[in-house]
């Protein structure tokens, strides 16, 4: 197909501000998941290996963090993959057929209600992000368990600049966009990372 036929669009400061933010947002992300996975003493489970993680896991460390620290779980994260998995799940009625616990494409559980595309398992807030490993699930409380630290009255920094390097030969510019935070897992045991038993 020729190139040509594509539309053109000019990039204003606030489609670049927004690009950047976005990718800045992932990469934040990635690290808070990191840090956190990575803290010493959170809790730790595992299920079967060469099986999938199921709703049981889930709550299971729900419970864990709830023995271990006396705070209630807030939140999961999960891999797409993985929570494919759990969402496509279904029960035993209909012969072979079944339903979706979570409800099919068309209908909520049973026909009840509205379509949830990502319902929370639980009742926690479901978080499906790429930034964390395949068969790797963190189910924690988030809100009282750790904090992210920033620098007061300091956020993200959009910064153009157009002296780096040989920037005038090739007439471009570089954006840099920026923010200094930490993460402080305050309570490790409010966590739990849930990982695939390794094989025998």
């Known amino acids: 197909r020729d190139l040509h036929s594509f539309p053109t669009r000019r990039s ?10 976005y ?12 840090t956190t ?12 290996h060469g099986a999938k993680v199921s709703p049981d896991d889930v709550f299971k460390a729900m419970m864990t963090i709830k023995t271990q620290s006396g705070l209630n779980a807030d939140a999961v994260i999960m891999h797409p993959t993985d929570f ?14 079944g339903q979706y ?17 990502q319902p929370g398992l639980w ?3 479901t978080i499906v992000t790429p930034n964390i490993t395949q068969g790797t699930i963190l189910v924690g409380a988030f809100k009282q368990g750790a904090s992210v630290i ?13 002296g780096d390097h040989d920037d005038a030969i090739y007439n471009r510019v570089t954006v840099v966009v ?8 305050r309570r490790p045991k409010a966590f739990c990372k849930i990982t695939e038993a390794a094989s025998s």
Do not use: H, M, W
């Open 12 to 21: 204003s400061d606030l489609e670049i501000n927004a690009r950047g933010l």
């Open 23 to 34: 990718e800045l947002d992932a990469r934040i992300e990635a690290y808070l998941l990191t």
């Open 37 to 48: 996975l990575g803290a010493s003493g959170i809790n730790t489970a595992t299920y079967a």
């Open 84 to 97: 494919q998995s759990v969402r496509l799940l279904k029960d035993g009625s209909g012969g072979t057929v």
């Open 101 to 117: 616990y979570g409800g099919g494409c068309f209908y909520a559980p049973y026909g009840n209600g509205n379509v949830d595309v």
């Open 123 to 125: 009742g926690l807030k």
């Open 150 to 162: 920033t620098k007061q009255n300091e956020g993200a920094r959009i910064e153009v600049v157009t």
């Open 178 to 185: 920026e923010e200094r935070l930490a993460l402080a897992v």
